[in-house]
């Protein structure tokens, strides 16, 4: 039995044919299951001989019809949408940079029975434990950096992106060097600057548009490293 079939048979177990009836006539879980599949497959990014990078983001779009009546289901749906991802990819030997997740949005343009995925590369990032804020280290951070949704503060010297275990913040991105940029603090009387340095790395940093070795950021900037966007807000 295949990934889709026993998708299909879990489903069924778990609503007891609910969806059968629901979705007669509208966009079927299996065919949402078959279009994240072949996104994976379609996206697969070779990195080592033994390693292709796959999406693990992913994004249902769905007329305003299906989306209503997939409401009552979408817990259900989105966790064995998960497990289905996880399945398929580690039959293929497929690797995630980070934790799968899937979401359902309303598009007005859709009609019933339409639907479209659309996927992206998500890395997951975490803080070494020395690094972890306190809230009086809070109060004294010149800006925050928001990494795949997550709020970061930018304490003072600074602090270090990278994927090794040395950075302060690790994303895990195999196009990004294991201390890859660091996003430092200037003080210079009242006036506090913040200047993203590249740190040798291998692939080079992005910042706002520039590839450069590296440049002052202020409220809005983007930084990108390897496939991950950093976004810059300063405090106000």
């Known amino acids: 039995m295949g990934v889709l079939q026993r998708f299909e048979r879990r489903l069924e177990g778990l609503v007891q044919g609910v969806f059968t009836k629901a979705f007669r006539s509208q966009v079927q879980p299996v065919e949402i299951a078959a279009a994240i599949q072949r996104e994976i497959d379609n996206n697969a990014q070779i990195v080592s001989r033994q390693r292709s990078l796959v999406p693990n983001a992913f994004v249902v779009e769905l007329g305003p019809a299906d989306h209503d009546h997939l ?58 434990p020395v690094y972890a804020p306190t809230p009086t ?27 090794g275990s040395e950075a302060d913040i690790r994303i895990d991105d195999p196009g990004i060097s ?26 080079g940093t992005v910042i706002d548009g520039a590839r450069v070795p590296q440049a002052q950021v202020t409220d809005g900037s983007r930084i990108s490293l390897g496939s991950t966007v950093v976004h810059v807000h300063r405090r106000r």
């Open 137 to 163: 280290s809070e109060t004294r951070a010149a800006g925050y950096l928001v990494i795949n949704g997550t709020q970061h503060p930018v304490i003072p010297p600074g602090v270090v992106l990278g994927r």
């Open 71 to 128: 409401g009552p289901y979408t817990a259900t749906l989105t966790q064995e949408l998960i497990d289905m991802a996880n399945e398929h990819a580690n039959l293929q030997h497929y690797a995630f940079t980070g934790p799968v997740s899937v979401a359902f949005e309303r598009h007005e343009d859709l009609g019933t029975g339409q639907f479209r995925v659309r996927s992206q590369v998500r890395a997951g990032v975490d803080r070494a």
């Open 178 to 203: 294991r201390r890859h940029v660091e996003v430092r603090v200037h003080q210079t009387g009242q006036e506090t600057q913040l200047v993203a340095v590249d740190l040798g790395s291998t692939n």
